[in-house]
């Protein structure tokens, strides 16, 4: 049984810095995508990074610059490398990650980011 697990989360400074990680455990193979999602209160889930398999990396405009995605294939581990937070990166953030020779989607069960002063 495939299972992601988070970490990082936590209350930060406008301005400053947190670090998510996410473990998947149980797959026979690698990832082909790892994606981190978040979710603000009363909005849609909307897709922040993400990386293949071959180290291609995607972020949605709003984080360029400012977040970082990394991820280890063989570990089946991806980072998220978050700097000069705003208040408007609060939300719930999700691993999410897809599996070679694998239809299914998996995620993770979440962790907080609070950015405020």
């Known amino acids: 049984q495939v299972q992601l697990v988070e970490s990082g989360g936590g209350l930060v400074q406008p301005g400053g810095s947190l670090g998510l990680s996410c473990a998947a455990s149980g797959s026979l193979f690698s990832f082909s995508a790892m994606n981190w999602y978040r979710q603000a209160p009363g909005k849609q889930r909307e897709l922040v990074a993400g990386i293949t398999s071959s180290g291609k990396s995607n972020y949605v405009e709003s984080v360029k610059g400012r977040f970082t995605i990394s991820g280890d294939h063989v570990k089946n581990t991806v980072f998220l490398q978050m700097n000069s937070l705003k208040p408007e990166d609060t939300a719930i953030y999700y691993c999410?990650?897809?599996?070679?020779?694998?239809?299914?989607?998996?995620w993770g069960q979440g962790t907080q980011v609070t950015v405020s002063s």
């Open positions: 999410n990650a897809k599996f070679m020779y694998s239809a299914n989607d998996y």
